[in-house]
């Protein structure tokens, strides 16, 4: 199968093509290079610049390269962004996704692989967080991906698309240092950034009901999503006309203050962080069950939080090389 890779320059993407291409598949990049770096698509794979709302453009790069595969991660993806740019926000994520899917219906695609996001859930009240749990989007992003879902698993119903929407919870580590996030967007390097300028971390609210008072996230290394969505496409590869949704997580909770302690431990620093009040919209606890991933892909995430702390820091220090101690 050849596998068209939309927002493939990006850093999850860059991750996915990476890991598809070694598993011995076929790839194709489809990136507008807006948030994505050229230099991040290995050799020998074609990269097709254009956006997804481009249908002519998304047609013909279908076309040219034969692709009986997709997968989506082209989006944008910022809480923050997408509740002042809303309307943005649903042309991007939801317009885009509809023009491929009717370029994929179209071309006699077989497969797509959907990159989702726990955005999905809301405020989830529950300990672990299974894809039964209800969907409730605080965020225009998050309803996008929503949104998104229900587009993929629509399409697939009526026309027999093999689908399967991947659940992100928070994506961290790099596989090697030019792969690395190179954004200020999530905790870990929102952290580095404070260390970098040497001043102190900064914890919204710890008076929450978790053991330290501390919101807890569940953090998976970009190198174990990218090995689910290889294994998400073979299984689809297996079995025509599968629709899957599935958390892609690890399954274990990390505080904000714990996340903090092991930078600071692993990087040689010593910043202990400063409280802020709460930010609207944070919920407690957000932890997947992967247990269907497990069971549907034969796949688990295999990276420690340590593992992702000092492989984003070995990233941070190429570009911010005053960050080291010692």
Request: proline content about 6%; glycine content about 8%; aromatic content about 6%.
């Amino acid at each position: 199968m050849t596998w068209l890779i939309t927002g493939g320059a990006g850093y999850i993407g860059a991750h996915v093509v990476r890991a598809m291409t070694e598993a011995g598949e076929r790839t194709v990049v489809y990136d507008d290079l807006s948030t994505g770096l050229a230099d991040r698509v290995p050799d020998g794979v074609p990269l097709v610049i254009g956006s997804t709302l481009d249908d002519e453009r998304v047609a013909r790069a279908l076309a040219d390269h034969e692709v009986t595969g997709v997968v989506h991660l082209a989006a944008k993806k910022q809480v923050g962004e997408s509740v002042d740019r809303p309307l943005h926000y649903y042309r991007e994520n939801v317009e885009g996704l509809r023009v491929l899917l009717d370029a994929v219906t179209a071309a006699g695609v077989r497969s797509v692989v959907f990159s989702s996001s726990a955005a999905v859930y809301g405020m989830p009240d529950v300990e672990l967080v299974t894809e039964e749990t209800p969907c409730a989007p605080m965020s225009p992003y998050g309803e996008t991906k929503l949104a998104g879902e229900w587009l993929v698993r629509a399409t697939g119903r009526a026309t027999g698309l093999s689908t399967a929407c991947l659940r992100y919870f928070n994506v961290a580590g790099a596989a090697r240092p030019d792969l690395a996030d190179t954004g200020v967007f999530n905790l870990i390097p929102m952290i580095f950034e404070k260390l970098t300028a040497d001043t102190p971390p900064r914890i919204f609210g710890d008076d929450y009901p978790t053991p330290d008072g501390t919101c807890v996230r569940d953090y998976i290394h970009v190198v174990d999503l990218a090995e689910a969505h290889v294994a998400a496409a073979r299984a689809l590869r297996s079995s025509p006309g599968r629709n899957l949704t599935l958390n892609i997580g690890r399954g274990e909770g990390v505080s904000v203050r714990e996340m903090i302690d092991r930078v600071n431990a692993l990087t040689g620093h010593d910043r202990p962080p400063t409280v802020a009040p709460r930010r609207p919209g944070d919920p407690a606890r957000v932890v997947a069950s992967a247990d269907r991933a497990t069971t549907e892909l034969a796949w688990k995430a295999r990276h420690t939080v340590d593992d992702m702390i000092t492989s984003a820091w070995s990233g941070w220090l190429r570009l911010h090389p005053e960050a080291a101690r010692g």
